[in-house]
């Protein structure tokens, strides 16, 4: 699944369209090196999105193409 589509179904960016926009500024990174939108998430990645001060460093759990609000929690860990 792409990047800017996992970010967005994990609920950790509510909108695709921002995701690609953070992806495109350079921030979020992927196992430490800066990610395009496009890049495939796979599990066990580790991913860091950069909110102005602010830094949120997860785990990939699980990829899934859908989610319930409740359930998108489970698909990262945070770090």
């Known amino acids: ?10 609920r950790i960016i ?5 995701a690609n926009d953070a992806c495109d500024a350079s921030h979020v990174t992927v196992n430490g090196r800066p990610a395009k ?5 796979k599990e066990g990645d580790i991913i860091e999105v950069t909110f102005g001060e602010r830094t949120l460093k997860v ?21």
């Open 1 to 10: 699944m792409r990047l800017d589509k996992y970010l967005k179904v994990s």
């Open 14 to 18: 509510k909108r695709r369209t921002v």
């Open 37 to 41: 939108a496009s890049y495939d998430v």
């Open 59 to 79: 785990r990939v759990k699980d990829v899934k193409e859908h989610t319930l609000k409740a359930e998108a929690a489970s698909l990262y860990e945070i770090l």
